[in-house]
């Protein structure tokens, strides 16, 4: 990229562009330049930035070509071909036109006569495209000294991207249009080297291919029965992988249900914990409800026996001391027959309790065992995998190896025939 002091230009409008413009009708190249937006609004765009850019002519090319030649290649193109000035005075004719904003008949002939140079004197399209990069770049510099808006300026460098993309376009369309009659020329002589070399190599090569043939139908066979077993093998593997996978679902199941069951065992032992722990406080209740009662039939007695030192008068006294003595009494009896219920329900108890400890270690056991479990499916769903994607490695491979031979097979079969039709063409050569 050339640097120079960044002097701001300030951008007049140009009234003439009656010279500005596309001027021809072409519709694949109005095709063209309608696909890349190049309108002329951007040639006018590049009318006007024409002035700056031949004021700056010299140093545009002078960085251009100070570039390339910077590559060995490039110097022995020149030397062999041209002198570096008189290629620069073309550049800085070839670089004026393109800012001229006017699109003819005569500015594309120019581009095909610059592509038919480039063929004629070995300049390949990477040099090209990146020689044009190079230029692109230095005009996009001059751009950014002018003294417009942001907005203006990102117009034209806009506009300079297109008339590079079309410049670009027609040149390497010319260049395929040579390289194809080139290729032209290859072929006829080849065809030459064809009928002068190849004629006796026809018969040969006609029966190689038969005897090739025949390999070839034996091997697609042997393939063939091959990817068939491995096939087979797949589809083993899969039921077998499916049915760990089934394995695997039910023991997660199975283990859910004892980690469920593991719970409700722990929840039953604390119920009946707290049960039999309600039946002791209530055991010591009962004790004291029982001496309640001895000493209410205590006074119960006490009172008969004054209610009788009193005679006539305590006979209503005697009664209801009675009565105190009865329900004490029954509340003894009462109160016995709980403790004897409660003493039985506490063995029961006790009994649960083990028997709930039993069951949690049982299941506990059982989880472990699934736990194993679930790691064994686990390894036997990876090993299947594993041998599952080995097959399929496997059964690619033969099936590669299948359509080689085959392509091998139809190869041929189109040589063993192309052999024939050579043998027809140099006939008529």
């Known amino acids: 990229m050339f640097s120079f002091k960044k002097k701001s230009q300030s951008v007049e409008s140009v009234e003439d562009f009656s010279n500005v413009g596309i001027f021809i009708k072409d519709k694949e190249r109005l095709l063209q330049m309608e696909i ?8 006018r765009l590049l009318r006007r930035v024409k002035p700056f850019v031949e004021v700056r002519i010299l140093d545009v090319v002078e960085a251009f070509y100070k570039a390339l030649e910077s590559a060995s290649q490039f110097r022995d193109i020149i030397s062999q071909n041209s002198t570096s000035e008189r290629l620069r005075q073309t550049l800085r004719h070839h670089i004026i036109e393109m800012m001229e904003g006017r699109i003819d008949e005569n500015y594309l002939e120019n581009r095909r006569k610059v592509s038919r140079v480039h063929v004629r004197i070995g300049l390949t399209t990477r040099w090209y495209l990146a020689a044009f990069q190079k230029l692109e770049g230095n005009l996009r510099q001059i751009i950014y000294t002018l003294n417009s808006s942001n907005d203006e300026k990102e117009k034209m460098i806009d506009a300079i991207g297109k008339i590079c993309n079309f410049e670009q376009q027609l040149v390497l369309e010319e260049y395929e249009n040579v390289a194809a009659a080139i290729q032209t020329d290859q072929q006829n002589q080849i065809k030459y080297d064809v009928k002068t070399v190849v004629g006796g190599i026809s018969t040969e090569l006609e029966q190689q291919s038969r005897d090739t043939n025949e390999i070839v139908a034996g091997l697609i066979d042997n393939t063939k029965t091959v990817d068939q077993y491995v096939q087979n093998s797949i ?7 499916n049915a760990s996978e089934e394995g695997y679902q039910q023991m997660l199941l199975v283990n859910k249900q004892a980690n469920e069951i593991n719970g409700k065992t722990v ?11 309600s039946s002791t406080e209530i055991y010591a209740v009962i004790e004291i409800v029982k001496g309640i009662a001895g000493q209410t039939n205590l006074l119960a007695l006490n009172s008969a026996i004054e209610a009788a030192r009193a005679g006539e008068h305590g006979k209503g006294f005697a009664v209801v001391a009675d009565e105190v003595r009865k329900l004490a009494d029954q509340t003894k009896t009462s109160v016995e027959q709980i ?91």
């Open 36 to 43: 890349i937006d190049l309108t002329v609004e951007d040639l």
């Open 235 to 241: 589809e083993g593997a899969t039921g077998t992988k």
């Open 267 to 277: 929840e039953m032992s604390q119920m009946v914990e707290a049960l039999n722990s």
């Open 339 to 429: 403790a004897r219920l409660i003493a039985d329900s506490s063995q029961v108890t006790t009994g649960v309790i083990e028997a709930i400890h039993h069951i949690q270690a049982l299941v506990q056991n059982s989880m472990e065992q699934n736990e194993q479990s679930l790691v064994a499916f686990e390894k036997i769903s990876k090993a299947v995998d594993t041998t599952i994607d080995d097959f399929q490695h496997v059964g690619m491979q033969v099936r590669a190896l299948d359509n080689i031979v085959e392509t091998i097979g139809e190869s041929t079969k189109s040589l063993e025939q192309a052999a024939g039709k050579l043998e027809e063409t140099l006939q008529r050569f």
